[in-house]
């Protein structure tokens, strides 16, 4: 064990290294304003309405929207079906960037 260290300390070292800043990076992209929410088709709903109806409530295209929809919910085709519950990504409402005062009471 001792002989593998000092042959490859370096590259281990660089493989510990570039996992962990990867796993940071990957962490930091998930972590933003996106929120999910779950909701129940409703009859004659289709993943384009749906996209329509909270177009307001998040940073995608509608399409991006439908795709990532998909994706995550396992659908294949774009059919869903009323009483399906499908999770979505929507913007939340953090005000991050309003400075917080403490005030004498």
């Known amino acids: 064990m001792k002989k593998i260290w000092q042959n490859n300390s370096y590259t281990i070292l660089l493989i ?11 962490s930091g992209l998930k972590s933003g304003n996106e929120d999910y929410i779950t909701i129940t088709v409703q009859s004659g709903e289709s993943l384009w309405k749906i996209a329509d109806d909270f177009s307001n409530n998040h940073n995608l295209t509608n399409h991006e929207f439908v795709v990532w929809v998909e994706k995550e919910n396992g ?10 519950e499908l999770i979505i990504p929507i913007r939340t409402q953090h005000n991050d960037d309003t400075p917080q005062y403490a005030s004498i009471d």
């Open 75 to 84: 659908i294949t085709g774009g059919k869903i079906y009323a009483g399906d």
């Open 16 to 26: 510990a290294t570039s996992l962990i800043v990867s796993l940071v990076f990957a």
